[in-house]
């Protein structure tokens, strides 16, 4: 059969269309082939902008010999990671579980029947330090599947006994002082973020923290947020020409990136900037979440109105070769004044590779009119370079965030256009994702792809549906989210415990539960943000009650490692101090903006905020009327409810911290 990945909607995919491997998608009619001929599956998983799977591609994947080795020994199959989250959590906590790490490319061995029994990652095509060559693996494993079947086997099973029994069942309870302690233990107060090399963007801590703040008062908190968002911001790891982050920084002082940008990490970025602004005032805070939210508008959107999923770090082959300079490609488009002010100002002192720097900008420039000059002037002659590959598949659960976090900025920053861009991006998912209430997972071109939505699809989307809400006062947004979480109850939910895929998607080896907060909020954590939303809106204590139980999921992990639970320690945070909930009230429906920029910029992330006419659909918005017919908005937390109010000073004095 030859490589059947042409057809495919996942850019990933289809990147290896070409190979001679005779590539699988995940089906099974691929297992069904394997047991057919009796013999084992490679199962290799990764992602579009990951360089180390193009590295492992152009050695071996384009190799004839090893492709005709793979054709002739096994059944190859290749995954989107993206696509399918579910397939690859299980086998990525396989290899963690047998080689004590992961990562992309991830390369599996497995048996017709699904059981792992040979994990690994990258394997070059020559054998070097210490590591086998993926040749040399390909034989050692046909020689155990033919001489050695029945030790292979009981590995397999033994691998999937094991990790049904890591299944979370603790209930702990929420320690949120000792969490901002373990956080302060670990902060780098020079360079801020958390740990040594590689930094990853620690969006959701960074949350974590400004709520906290902004119950308790806490200054060392805010402290954290301040010198972590203004040294990200300032560093090589932030486009300091066109906005965007990318994926992480390989040092400590977030000089110089790993290239790719992703979608999840600039929405959740954009996010938490647009959240610093709101508590700090800083204008470093609002610039970059003004030019992080531009960049998702110029550089993600697809023509349908979503939001593509990443640029890849590689160009011409080379990592990061589209963003960096060197001093003579400087003076090349500068003038001898302006390319030397440059060189200083942005530390062009070979920072990268081959003598070539990361733009940094670790001071604001005195003379604002040139920098902006130059910047465009730069920008520009970027554009002319070959521009990074971008894989434009549009997956819900990231849109989700991506929605969220620009209806916020839209409203707080006063730019209409980023709300608007939420709502396309909404309308996109809800025409071709949604199937009745059945969510699936990703499109491309506006074709729906055939993976389902995994439970953060839902929850994210939910949640996005609910911002929008606020944003637009339009109900249709509250009937949809209220749609998505009542199938999240009867298809995620079992017995008070929720898994990332539903009761009716395809049956894998195990279910998976993750309740971590990584690279993204888990889908346990986004569930219970989402159902806390959905509680404010409508009083039910179903909704209630389904957001602790997806909260105590995660308490384990909060109580022992913070920095890996910062979602849910941010919703328990909301919790802990009582949700709020904001209803506007309008004469002709639709949004009043003063009053809701208020609400948005003055109350703590979290709140529940809608506002429309009276008739809305919305169980919060029942009874409110308006005062002198005048745009009136109602604040209620904990049972207790305020006196109406119409001035906008008067709501901002409502929503005051009383630290």
Excluded at 28 to 54: M, N, T
Excluded at 262 to 286: F, I
Aim: aromatic share 10%.
């Amino acid at each position: 059969m030859a490589n059947e990945l042409g057809r495919s909607t996942s850019p990933y995919l289809r990147q290896h269309a070409g190979n001679p491997v005779e590539w699988r998608e995940w089906s099974e009619r691929a297992f069904a082939e394997a047991r057919e001929r009796d013999v084992p599956v490679f199962l290799s998983v990764g992602y579009s902008a990951c360089h180390w799977c193009h590295v492992m591609a152009h050695e071996s994947f384009e190799d004839a010999g090893t492709a005709a080795y793979l054709s002739e020994h096994f059944v190859s199959v290749k995954v989107d990671r993206e696509e399918r989250p579910d397939v690859d959590a299980i086998y990525m906590a396989a290899t963690v579980a047998m080689t004590g790490q992961g990562g992309w490319p991830m390369s599996v061995f497995l048996a017709p029947t699904g059981e792992p029994f040979f994990c690994g990652t990258y394997f070059p095509r020559e054998a070097r330090g210490g590591m086998a060559s993926f040749r040399q693996v390909l034989e050692a494993i046909t020689d155990a599947w033919q001489n050695k079947r029945e030790q292979l086997d009981g590995i397999g099973k033994r691998v999937v006994a094991q990790l049904g029994a890591q299944q979370p069942t603790a209930t702990e309870a929420f320690d949120l002082e000792r969490a901002v302690e373990l956080l302060k233990a670990d902060f780098d107060p020079v360079d801020g973020g958390f740990g040594r090399a590689p930094k990853f963007p620690p969006s959701m801590v960074l949350d974590f923290l400004l709520r906290h703040h902004r119950r308790t008062g806490d200054e060392d908190a805010l402290a954290m947020v301040a010198r972590t968002c203004s040294r990200m911001a300032r560093g090589g790891m932030y486009d300091q020409l066109a906005g965007g982050f990318a994926r992480y920084s390989v040092d400590g002082q977030w000089v110089v990136p790993h290239f790719e940008k992703m979608l999840y990490d600039n929405a959740l970025l954009l996010d938490v900037y647009t959240h610093w602004w709101t508590v700090s005032g800083d204008p470093l805070a609002r610039r970059v979440a003004s030019e992080t939210a531009d960049f998702l508008l110029t550089e993600l959107r697809t023509p349908e109105g979503g939001f593509a999923s990443a640029l890849d770090a590689d160009t011409e082959g080379e990592e990061g070769k589209y963003y960096v300079w060197t001093p003579a490609e400087l003076r090349s488009v500068l003038s001898p004044d302006d390319a030397a002010w440059v060189i200083s100002l942005c530390e062009v002192t070979g920072t990268f590779e081959h003598g070539s720097s990361v733009l940094q900008l670790r001071r604001d420039p005195e003379d604002v009119a040139r920098w902006s000059r130059v910047r465009q002037v730069l920008r520009d002659a970027r554009d002319g370079r070959t521009y990074p590959g971008r894989d434009d598949k549009v997956v819900a659960a990231w849109n989700g965030l991506a929605i969220t976090a620009l209806t916020r900025a839209g409203v707080v920053l006063e730019r209409p256009e980023y709300v608007e861009a939420a709502g396309r991006a909404a309308r996109l998912i809800l025409d071709v994702h949604l199937d009745g209430a059945r969510l699936y997972r990703t499109s491309r071109d506006g074709v729906r792809g055939s993976a389902d939505g995994v439970l953060e699809d839902y929850a994210a989307f939910a949640q996005a549906c609910m911002t929008l809400l606020g944003g637009t006062g339009e109900g249709e947004w509250f009937r949809t989210a209220e749609a998505l979480l009542g199938r999240v109850l009867e298809q995620f939910v079992a017995d008070g415990t929720y898994f990332d895929t539903a009761a009716d998607a395809e049956q894998l080896v195990w279910r998976p539960q993750d309740a971590t907060d990584n690279a993204t909020p888990s889908g346990v954590s986004l569930a219970a943000e989402a159902f806390t939303t959905l509680a404010s809106f409508t009083g039910s204590d179903r909704y209630e009650q389904a957001a602790q139980q997806a909260l105590n999921a995660s308490a384990p992990i909060a109580t022992r490692a913070p920095r890996f639970a910062g979602r849910a320690l941010a919703v328990a945070e909301s919790l802990a101090a009582g949700p709020l909930e904001i209803a506007i009230v309008t004469p002709s429906g639709g949004a009043s903006s003063e009053l809701l920029r208020v609400a948005f910029g003055s109350a703590p992330w979290g709140t529940a905020i809608v506002a429309g006419a009276p008739d809305l659909g919305v169980p919060l918005m029942a009874g409110r009327g308006l005062l002198d017919g005048q745009p009136t908005a109602y604040v209620c937390q904990k049972f207790t409810c305020k006196l109406p109010v119409a001035v906008p000073e008067d709501l901002r004095e409502l929503l005051r911290p009383a630290h």
